[in-house]
């Protein structure tokens, strides 16, 4: 069956410093999409990043960037240079060949310290 | 591009009377939009998915009567909660996704539903 893990409830990181978010998946099928999402405590999901499974390159946007390890199927998602801003609950999700849905991970809280 | 609005954004009914959400897709048609529901400190659970001019597809254990899903045009899709309860309070969140923008999906800011 096909899973997304965040093993982070909270993290805490001091601003402009990096800090990477943990996710690990589990799928059979070849093709598929990761995605990074923020929930701020407004509750919008704001989509910040997308790798897809046939993706060489790890991809960028910005401050973020995902670590893509095929082989240990895990996609963290770093955020360079933390802002304030950055505080908010962040989602791990995997798109399911052929339907377009996603599942999502339980989450990671994030908190920049200033 | 990709703006998805929700409206209304927070609600508060009585128990038993029926509450309709709109999302839209703003400046894009959404082949595809997805309704999911969320519980405090939860993560998203996907309710129902919709295509435009067919019937929505639901997870398991949503009640299709509970929970009608209409998507009319390729920018609107809506969620009427029936007769609602107190345990139908959350917060529902759609989002929606387009040929040109391939798996990705756009989410809208989300409604608070309150069922006294």
């Known amino acids: 069956a096909q899973k997304i893990t965040q093993t982070q409830p909270g993290m805490f990181v001091q601003e402009k410093e990096a800090v990477t978010l943990d996710c690990t998946y589990d799928?059979?099928?070849?093709?598929?999409?990761l995605f990074w999402y923020k929930q701020p405590s407004s509750g919008e999901m704001i989509f910040l990043i997308y790798?897809?499974?046939?993706?060489?390159q790890n991809a960028t946007e910005g401050r973020y960037s995902l670590n893509f390890q095929k082989a240990r199927k895990s996609a963290n998602l770093v955020i360079s240079a933390s802002q304030l801003g950055d505080s908010a609950m962040y989602f791990c999700?995997?798109?399911?060949?052929?339907?377009?849905?996603?599942?999502f991970g339980t989450g990671t809280r994030l908190k920049v310290l200033a | 591009g990709a703006v998805v609005s929700q409206h209304p954004s927070r609600v508060i009914c009585k128990s038993g009377t029926s509450v309709k959400i709109e999302c839209r897709s703003l400046?894009?048609?959404?082949?595809?939009m997805f309704w999911y529901r969320q519980f405090p400190k939860q993560s998203l659970m996907l309710m129902a998915t919709?295509?435009?001019?067919?019937?929505?597809?639901?997870e398991q254990g949503v009640e299709k009567d509970k929970f009608l899903i209409n998507h009319a045009s390729l920018t609107l899709s809506t969620l009427t909660v029936t007769s609602a309860h107190p345990e139908d309070s959350s917060f529902y969140i759609c989002?929606?996704?387009?040929?040109?923008?391939?798996?990705?999906?756009?989410f809208g800011p989300g409604t608070r539903l309150l069922v006294l």
């Open positions: 989002s929606a996704r387009g040929d040109w923008l391939q798996e990705t999906q756009y």
């Open positions: 799928t059979s099928d070849p093709s598929y999409g």
């Open positions: 790798q897809g499974s046939y993706d060489q």
């Open positions: 999700a995997m798109s399911l060949t052929g339907t377009y849905k996603y599942i």
């Open positions: 400046d894009f048609q959404a082949t595809t």
């Open positions: 919709s295509n435009e001019g067919s019937k929505a597809t639901y």
